[in-house]
């Protein structure tokens, strides 16, 4: 008998939006592990220290925490005691003049080592080492070094000189501190302005050379607006981690001598929540995320306002 077969009628092609559609749900799926870790290690702890800042809240379990609204704020602000101006004045200055000695000597020498060289890839990684180093480590080696018993004054004594306060003078010990924290931190912002230097053009370089132009006047008229963008990067990148600096403090100079090194980040850690202030503790840490965000803002904004009027006037 003549075999028999059933007609199947051609499947059509998905459409389209079909295919967009499952593509989206894969892309979204796929999303999913990495946005649960975000939200449970970053969006719930600041959602719970938001919620905190607005309580009296000492930390133990079996004593809930109690509403006060905006005690808190107005405690930093009002309380004599637990004046935090100090540390803000410690962090303000820490902040400025900490990111233009880093910004100044990273971008110094990334144009010194720019050229690819055995000796230049030796002296970037040898530069870039401090940064691995964890900044409590940093703050315990440099405490070895330069302490009231460090190697340094050991040194100085043995050849009959006198000792040099690195850490038991207020004002020796911050620019002791803001030192170490440029050597540990200039690092990062090397390899940036690095990175941005592969982008300035050597044939724009070499015309305005070729049109008399001198080492200086290249560097402002074709190096540094093409450098505009990592500049803006590294400004902001280290403006936020010198605002919350709190590991080098720790392991340098405990805050002191007295409060002339403690930070912001450090009255948070050290001092409000060491003596069961959580509430307190969480508005002070509230604040600061404030005040890093509006300074973020405020430094992009303005460097994009140089870089249209540099554009406008070219």
């Not at 501190?177 to 440029?182: E, P, R, T």
């Not at 403006?239 to 090194?261: I, M």
Request: net charge neutral.
């Amino acid at each position: 008998m003549p075999r028999t077969t059933t007609y199947r009628p051609p499947v059509p092609p998905p459409t389209r939006s079909r295919r967009g559609f499952a593509s989206s749900l894969v892309n979204g799926l796929m999303t999913v592990p990495a946005a649960a870790v975000y939200t449970g290690l970053t969006v719930v702890p600041v959602g719970f220290a938001v919620y905190y800042s607005f309580t009296q809240y000492n930390g133990i379990p079996s004593q809930p925490p109690t509403w006060v609204g905006l005690e808190n704020y107005a405690r930093i602000i009002q309380d004599p005691i637990g004046d935090l101006r100090p540390a803000v004045w410690v962090t303000t200055l820490i902040a400025v003049v900490g990111a233009f000695l880093v910004n100044a000597a990273a971008l110094g020498l990334a144009l010194l080592l720019r050229r690819t060289t055995p000796f230049n890839t030796f002296a970037r990684v040898v530069m870039f080492y401090p940064h691995v180093l964890s900044a409590l480590i940093v703050g315990f080696l440099w405490q070895a070094i330069l302490g009231p018993q460090g190697a340094v004054n050991n040194l100085l004594e043995s050849t009959g000189q006198s000792s040099l306060p690195f850490l038991a003078d207020p004002d020796w010990a911050l620019a002791t501190l803001i030192a170490v924290i440029v050597w540990a931190q200039f690092g990062v912002q090397l390899v940036l302005y690095l990175a941005g230097l592969q982008a300035v053009s050597p044939e724009l370089q070499e015309a305005a050379r070729l049109d008399g132009a001198g080492g200086i006047q290249v560097f402002r008229h074709v190096t540094w607006p093409a450098l505009a963008p990592t500049v803006t990067v590294t400004i902001v990148t280290s403006v936020l981690s010198l605002l919350k600096v709190y590991d080098v403090v720790l392991g340098l100079t405990n805050g002191g001598p007295g409060d002339a090194t403690q930070t912001w980040a450090y009255e948070v850690l050290a001092v409000s929540f060491a003596n069961n202030k959580v509430g307190l503790a969480c508005a002070q840490a509230v604040l600061l995320v404030l005040v890093a965000g509006i300074l973020s803002f405020t430094i992009i904004a303005l460097r994009r306002r140089a870089e249209e009027g540099a554009e406008a006037v070219g």
